[in-house]
């Protein structure tokens, strides 16, 4: 009863006219996220109406359901919903559960390797430090794989989430390095719906995850691509999308604002050494 009487003397003055429940709020994430009334009673009208189709633990989290509620920031539950049960339909339909665990994923990643390393900000929440060594986009396009391309997003997206969900939290940061972006093998124009995928298959199935997506050493001519995604992306994504040039005093500041120097490797400011 006493350490109860403490936690109310800590909690309430701070939350002032926000009510906790415990019982509504099976899952706040890592950092106790707190949603506000409103939230709150959206969430218990959108579990209850999307319920008969969460078929894994994590769909039924406040965490996982929250980012798909922010969709337009102004909690329509209809909305939600539909996108919601569109996405997982998809997600069944063509097996993007499993998709991290593919031999063909595995072998494509063995011919377009990344350098994928793990990071926390200082908050708690997850981040990937993603590097594309050999990649040759318009070699993919132009063989006719951009289905698999794509798949590959996925994959990459599943990956960093399924980091997210371990740690109950309800966003991840991307950061990549641009350095080896290149006109004739990334910015073609067979290379351009390969952006228009990433960025609609980040909207439809991974909406409000991204607390940050940067990218680093972005030489000019990646404004074509960017020019395009940018317009696809919902207003929420515009804001966290950070596009930042050669100057690595700008960007590692900014790095360094989210994270310790022992979370980013090298390449990104950092002192971590990454395992490969």
């Not at 078929?55 to 539950?77: A, T």
């Not at 063909?104 to 350098?115: D, G, Q, R």
């Not at 001519?221 to 515009?238: G, K, Y």
Request: charged share 25%; with cysteine; glycine share 2%.
């Amino acid at each position: 009863m006493a350490r109860l009487q403490l936690i109310n003397f800590i909690i309430v003055p701070a939350l002032v006219l926000i009510s906790i429940n415990i019982a509504d709020s099976q899952l706040r994430g890592h950092a106790d996220e707190i949603y506000t009334i409103k939230e709150k009673q959206a969430l218990k009208q959108f579990r209850e109406a999307v319920r008969e189709s969460l078929y894994l633990d994590y769909q039924k989290y406040d965490s996982y359901l929250i980012n798909w509620l922010r969709i337009g920031k102004n909690l329509d539950v209809d909305r939600a919903k539909e996108a919601l049960l569109s996405s997982l339909k998809y997600r069944k339909d063509k097996n993007i559960n499993n998709v991290v665990d593919e031999e063909v994923m595995l072998n494509f990643h063995k011919s377009y390797p990344a350098t994928f390393g793990q990071a926390i900000d200082k908050i708690g929440d997850p981040a990937y430090q993603v590097t594309f060594h050999t990649w040759d986009i318009r070699k993919v396009m132009i063989a006719g794989k951009r289905e698999i391309l794509n798949r590959y997003n996925f994959f990459i997206f599943e990956s960093i989430t399924n980091v997210m969900r371990a740690r109950n939290a309800s966003h991840w940061i991307f950061l990549t390095d641009m350095s080896n972006y290149n006109l004739q093998k990334h910015a073609c124009l067979a290379c351009l719906p390969y952006y228009i995928d990433v960025v609609t298959t980040y909207e439809r199935h991974y909406p409000n995850s991204a607390k940050y997506i940067i990218a680093i050493n972005t030489p000019r001519l990646f404004e074509a691509a960017s020019n395009l995604m940018i317009p696809l992306m919902s207003a929420e994504t515009q804001k966290v999308y950070k596009i930042f040039g050669l100057d690595k005093e700008q960007w590692s500041k900014f790095l360094l604002e989210l994270f310790d120097k022992n979370q980013l490797t090298k390449q990104y400011g950092g002192t971590k050494s990454l395992k490969l």
